[in-house]
């Protein structure tokens, strides 16, 4: 047998890193250290640090991947030192990209001729796609403002209250204006009338959410198309509609093939999805796609000869990994159409099992809805005793973890749980799931039971000293009341980021 030794500079012996001194000292947190340490010292400790993250899988406020098959994990860790940008060093890593881009834009019924190519590019995540969306929208808008003589220097894009944070990243980082249509109480997504009534002929697009982050809604596309057609009409503009389709663009094809959202509808110009979200691939991978040629300014394409060849490119960053390109193809040609249906199938199920298992509480309302993205947002019935925040942050004793956040405009004062489904968030784990929802709300309703003992025992002591007349010295009863009244104000206002 062979013992390995790593001896390290200092001479410490480390074929058991646990008898080294390296588990004493402390680690350096700011600055380089000045000495090396051995390899397994290195791992055992960063290993050791990173157990104190939440388990992925449990992490049930997330749509990224979590689990891939073990022959997929092996692809991506075999190119893991490929970088995509040297497309004339790695020439079929640059095909298998295009061969995810046509399949995706088939996918998304974009109108292309059999001998044609579909225009798109894979990105970091749908937030790089909408950035690069956002831009050839802003481009054309001003190219056309231009030509008209107008001022183009005021671009504004209409969206629900509901959109994701990238949309208010591009609005900042690009200097366009969000027109936000807000949201009411039972509505949680974006109202197509309301949107097309806030279009101007500064908008340079209308951005509409297949699935949206909060309940996993799916917005009314269709209609939103229908309207604006009208009102491009009327008015002689031309606006456009994007469809961040982050989550729901691979997931409605496959369960609800007749809905039409995607490039059926002749205003969408263009339209994102996550790779690493219902693409089924860990992070970070993203696409975004276009109609046709037209929709894409030419002058924002960067022709880089490099390395050799002449290379088209559009995106935000140079380098990037390789192997979640890779990883897509995989998961395309592995599952088909049929892969990822059965797959879409077994997340709206089990999404309908937690459902079931949540209503038979009898204390939740169920906001998100069954066609949409599998996820459960709910929100308390009756929320004197304690909040949706109070049950999140019990949940995480037993290991999930499940955001609660509230809504935004004009909806804030509606706060939910969210439980993401996802591909490997089996029937079991539900089961579980509702069973320690229940265990939880039993612990809370006890603790509300003493609660509420406190304030009756200080309301009588309150009255039996008014009687007297005289003031009683601040009892301990009145002091816990205080303080967990003060607790449950900080739990009301947390907010925990969904992602
Ligand atoms: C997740 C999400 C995004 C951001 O996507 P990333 O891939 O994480 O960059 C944008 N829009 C919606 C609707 C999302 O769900």
Redesign the pocket.
């Known amino acids: 047998m062979v013992l390995s030794r790593a001896i390290s500079s200092a001479g410490d012996s480390v074929a058991c890193t646990f008898a080294s001194r390296y588990v004493r000292e402390e680690l350096p947190r700011y600055r380089m250290p000045e000495q090396s340490i051995p390899k397994e010292a290195a791992y055992q400790i960063i290993t050791d640090e990173l157990m104190l993250d939440g388990n992925p899988r449990l992490n049930l406020a997330s749509?990224?991947t979590t689990w891939m098959e073990p022959e997929c994990a092996k692809l991506m860790m075999d190119s893991v030192n490929k970088n995509y940008v040297d497309m004339d060093e790695y020439p079929v890593t640059t095909e298998l990209q295009n061969r995810c881009v046509n399949m995706i834009a088939h996918l998304f019924n974009a109108p292309i001729k059999e001998d044609e190519t579909a225009i798109g590019v894979s990105t970091?995540?749908?937030?790089?796609a909408?950035m690069l969306a956002g831009l050839a929208f802003k481009r054309k808008w001003q190219n056309k403002r231009k030509e008209q003589g107008k001022p183009c220097d005021k671009p504004n894009i209409v969206t629900g209250a509901n959109v994701?944070v990238?949309w208010e990243k591009f609005a900042r980082y690009f200097e366009v204006e969000l027109k936000e249509v807000k949201l009411t109480e039972g509505y949680y997504v974006m109202d197509p009338l309301k949107a097309v009534e806030m279009v101007d002929e500064n908008t340079i697009c209308v951005a509409a959410?297949l699935?949206?982050?909060l309940t996993g809604e799916y917005e009314d596309v269709k209609l939103l198309n229908d309207l604006l057609v009208e009102k491009n009409k009327e008015t002689g503009w031309n606006v456009p509609i994007h469809v961040?389709a982050?989550?729901g663009g691979f997931i409605a094809p496959f369960l609800q093939p007749e809905l039409e959202w995607d490039f059926r509808l002749p205003l969408v110009k263009s339209i994102n999805v996550?790779g690493?979200?219902y693409g089924l691939v860990y992070p970070?991978v993203?696409w975004v796609i276009w109609r046709s040629k037209d929709d894409l300014p030419d002058e924002l394409i960067f022709h880089i000869n490099y390395l050799g060849t002449d290379q088209p490119t559009f995106t935000l960053n140079f380098s990037k990994g390789a192997s979640q390109i890779i990883a897509q193809y995989y998961q395309l040609i592995r599952l088909g159409f049929e892969g990822y249906k059965h797959i879409m199938e077994n997340c709206k199920g089990n999404a309908a099992i937690l459902r079931e298992g949540i209503e038979a509480t009898g204390r939740f309302k169920v906001l998100s809805k069954e066609d949409g993205v599998p996820l459960l947002a709910i929100s308390l019935k009756d929320s004197t005793g304690f909040t949706v925040f109070d049950i999140s942050e019990n949940l995480r004793r037993f290991g999930w973890i499940v955001p609660a956040y509230t809504m935004p405009a004009d909806a804030e004062h509606v706060a939910v749980l969210r439980v993401v489904i996802r591909e490997d968030f089996s029937r079991s784990l539900a089961q579980r799931l509702i069973a320690d929802i229940n265990k939880v709300l039993r612990e809370l309703d006890a603790h509300a039971v003493h609660a509420v003992k406190i304030t009756t025992a200080v309301a009588t002591q309150a009255s039996e000293g008014m009687d007297d007349g005289v003031v009683t010295k601040k009892s301990v009863l009145d002091t816990e009341k205080e303080f967990a009244s003060a607790c449950m104000d900080l739990l009301k206002n947390k907010k925990t980021g969904v992602?």
């Open positions: 749509f990224v970091v995540g749908s937030s790089e909408i994701q990238c959410i699935g949206s982050t961040d982050a989550s996550s690493h979200k970070g993203g992602c």
